[in-house]
Each structure stands twice: as C-alpha cells, then as structure tokens.
Nanobody, 123 residues
C-alpha cells in the first residue's frame, strides 16, 4: 500500500517562510510525478505545484509563482515545497500527491494522496 506523509506545516507570520516535506513509501517512487495541492476552508482543493519524475520539469499555479519552489530527492523518496513570502491567503491544508505525469497531477488525477498538513499564515 502506497503512503505519502507530509510534514513541516505550522503557523508563520506574513512574509515568512516554511518548508513542507513529503515522504513517499511508494515502490519505485521515482517513476511517479509528484505534486502539491492545497485546500482552504470552504474551498475546493487547488493545484499548487508539480514536478516530473526526474525533476527536470516543474509547474506552478500563478498564485505561487516566484514564491514557492518544488523539488525532489529520488534517493530519499522525498518531495519538498519551499514556501517564501507567505501571505494570509496561502493558509490551507497542503496535500502531497503522486501521479503518472505532471499533466494528470495538474488535472487533480493523482494516484496517491497524503493526509495533509496545516499551514496558517497570520497577518
């Protein structure tokens, strides 16, 4: 059974930074594209960022471009999301996802999802 476990969430002031990490126990996880989504209270889950299997291609939602960076370490089966210049509107539960391609992930069609980690940005 595949498992994705997020960590690194917390409370931060506006303008601050957080680094989320996702540990994947998927066999041959390096064959999966990975991504991050977020869901704010009362809203749908939205795409944040994705990265291809070898890390050569990354994609970001317009709302986070220039502030967030996704990366992966296939040797450690981990994916990270570095979040800088955080804004109150970034407050949400952040989910890690694994899928066949970055296209399917951006469409929300991931094969595996983590349980989520809360990020709260105070103004």
């Amino acid at each position: 059974q595949a498992q994705l476990v997020e960590s690194g969430g917390g409370l931060v002031q506006a303008g601050g930074s957080l680094r989320l990490s996702c540990a994947a126990s998927i066999t041959t996880s390096s064959t999966y594209a990975m991504g991050w989504f977020r869901q704010a209270p009362g809203k749908e889950r939205d795409f944040v960022a994705s990265i291809s299997t070898l890390g050569g291609s990354t994609y970001y939602a317009d709302s986070v471009k220039g502030r967030f960076t996704i990366s992966r370490d296939n040797a450690k089966n981990t994916v990270a999301l570095q979040m800088n210049s955080l804004k109150p509107e970034d407050t949400a539960v952040y989910y890690c996802a694994a899928g066949r391609t970055t296209v399917t992930i951006r469409a929300g069609q991931a094969d595996y999802w983590g349980q989520g980690t809360q990020v709260t940005v105070s103004s």
